[in-house]
C-alpha cells in the first residue's frame, strides 16, 4: 500500500509529524538504502525497507494487546493530566493504538488495546450483546434472591435518556462468599479515597451491555455498594493471570481467531 513516508513514520510512534520531517532532513532516515529523501515521498509500507539511525521500522498493519489495567489509569488513547492504558504499552509499534471498551479510572482488570476499528464496532455494537464479566466485591451480604432480580432486568437511573431511567438486559450473577475483611475504595460520589471494614460479598456478574457506571448502580439499586471490581473477561476472552496489573501481552492468533469468530 502506497502511504507518504512522514504519515508512516508517524504511525510507527518514531514523533510527531514536525519531528519526522526534521529526521527526514538530517538524513536519519532511510528507504531501501537512500536518505537522501522528502516527506511526501510515497513508499510501500508492505515492500519498501525503511530505517531509522539503522534500525528497521516494523509496522504491523494491526496490533492486539490485551492489558490487565491498574486503578488510576484511564481508559483512553491519549490524555495531558492523566497516565492512559495506551501510555502503559511501551513495546506499540503504531501511534493509532486506543481501547476496545472502556474501565472507570479506578476499576481493574482485561482492556484490549488495538488499532482494530472494525473489530471494535462489532465487539461493542449493543446488537452483537458481546458478554463481559467482573469479579467485585460488594458491601454487606448480598442476599440469594438478588441473583433473580438481577436476571430479570433492572430499572435505572439513566440522565441520557427522556424518561430518565432504563431497563438492564439480563444479568447473570453468581455470589461466591461473604467474608469480613478491611478494604481501601475510592469513593463514588465523592471521588475520595475510603477505608472500610466489615462484611463483603465476592461475586461474579456478566452483563451484555455497557451502560456508564452499571455495574455499580444495579448493586445500588439492592443496598449495596461496589467496593472493587475488576473485569476478567470480554466475550471468549479471559484476562491471563499471569499478568500483574499494569502488565500486557500481545494476543496470540488462537485468541484472535476466537475473538473474531465470536463476532
Not at 482494530?116 to 467485585?136: C, N, Q
Not at 493471570?241 to 475473538?259: C, M, N, Q, V
Given at each position: 500500500?502506497?502511504?507518504?513516508?512522514?504519515?508512516?513514520?508517524?504511525?510507527?510512534?518514531?514523533?510527531?509529524?514536525?519531528?519526522?520531517?526534521?529526521?527526514?532532513?538530517?538524513?536519519?532516515?532511510?528507504?531501501?538504502?537512500?536518505?537522501k529523501l522528502k516527506a511526501e515521498l510515497?513508499?510501500?509500507?508492505?515492500?519498501?525497507?525503511?530505517?531509522?539511525?539503522?534500525?528497521?521500522?516494523?509496522?504491523?498493519?494491526?496490533?492486539?494487546?490485551?492489558?490487565?489495567?491498574?486503578?488510576?489509569?484511564?481508559?483512553?488513547?491519549?490524555?495531558?493530566?492523566?497516565?492512559?492504558?495506551?501510555?502503559?504499552?511501551?513495546?506499540?509499534?503504531?501511534?493509532?493504538?486506543?481501547?476496545?471498551?472502556?474501565?472507570?479510572?479506578?476499576?481493574?482488570?482485561?482492556?484490549?488495546?488495538?488499532?482494530?476499528?472494525?473489530?471494535?464496532?462489532?465487539?461493542?455494537?449493543?446488537?452483537?450483546?458481546?458478554?463481559?464479566?467482573?469479579?467485585?466485591?460488594?458491601?454487606?451480604?448480598?442476599?440469594?434472591?438478588?441473583?433473580?432480580?438481577?436476571?430479570?432486568?433492572?430499572?435505572?437511573?439513566?440522565?441520557?435518556?427522556?424518561?430518565?431511567?432504563?431497563?438492564?438486559?439480563?444479568?447473570?450473577?453468581?455470589?461466591?462468599?461473604?467474608?469480613?475483611?478491611?478494604?481501601?475504595?475510592?469513593?463514588?460520589?465523592?471521588?475520595?479515597?475510603?477505608?472500610?471494614?466489615?462484611?463483603?460479598?465476592?461475586?461474579?456478574?456478566?452483563?451484555?451491555?455497557?451502560?456508564?457506571?452499571?455495574?455499580?448502580?444495579?448493586?445500588?439499586?439492592?443496598?449495596?455498594?461496589v467496593l472493587y471490581l475488576q473485569r476478567?473477561?470480554?466475550?471468549?476472552?479471559?484476562?491471563?493471570?499471569?499478568?500483574?496489573?499494569?502488565?500486557?501481552?500481545?494476543?496470540?492468533?488462537?485468541?484472535?481467531?476466537d475473538l473474531k469468530a465470536l463476532v
Amino acid at each position: 500500500m502506497l502511504v507518504r513516508l512522514d504519515k508512516h513514520l508517524v504511525e510507527a510512534s518514531v514523533g510527531t509529524r514536525s519531528q519526522v520531517k526534521e529526521l527526514i532532513k538530517k538524513g536519519r532516515i532511510s528507504v531501501n538504502g537512500n536518505n537522501k529523501l522528502k516527506a511526501e515521498l510515497k513508499i510501500d509500507n508492505e515492500k519498501d525497507k525503511i530505517f531509522f539511525d539503522g534500525q528497521e521500522i516494523i509496522l504491523k498493519r494491526f496490533e492486539y494487546f490485551m492489558l490487565n489495567k491498574p486503578a488510576g489509569v484511564i481508559s483512553a488513547s491519549r490524555d495531558k493530566n492523566a497516565k492512559t492504558v495506551v501510555d502503559l504499552i511501551v513495546n506499540k509499534t503504531r501511534a493509532d493504538l486506543f481501547p476496545i471498551g472502556r474501565l472507570d479510572k479506578d476499576t481493574h482488570g482485561l482492556v484490549i488495546i488495538s488499532n482494530d476499528g472494525e473489530l471494535a464496532h462489532k465487539m461493542l455494537s449493543p446488537k452483537k450483546h458481546v458478554e463481559k464479566t467482573y469479579f467485585l466485591k460488594a458491601r454487606g451480604e448480598i442476599k440469594a434472591e438478588v441473583v433473580d432480580t438481577f436476571l430479570k432486568g433492572i430499572v435505572l437511573k439513566d440522565s441520557s435518556k427522556e424518561e430518565g431511567s432504563f431497563k438492564t438486559l439480563p444479568a447473570r450473577l453468581e455470589i461466591l462468599e461473604t467474608t469480613s475483611e478491611a478494604l481501601d475504595y475510592v469513593d463514588e460520589d465523592s471521588r475520595e479515597e475510603r477505608h472500610y471494614e466489615g462484611k463483603l460479598t465476592a461475586c461474579r456478574i456478566t452483563i451484555k451491555e455497557g451502560k456508564y457506571h452499571q455495574i455499580k448502580k444495579m448493586f445500588r439499586a439492592v443496598g449495596s455498594e461496589v467496593l472493587y471490581l475488576q473485569r476478567v473477561s470480554m466475550g471468549n476472552l479471559e484476562l491471563d493471570p499471569s499478568l500483574a496489573e499494569g502488565e500486557y501481552r500481545e494476543l496470540t492468533e488462537k485468541e484472535l481467531e476466537d475473538l473474531k469468530a465470536l463476532v
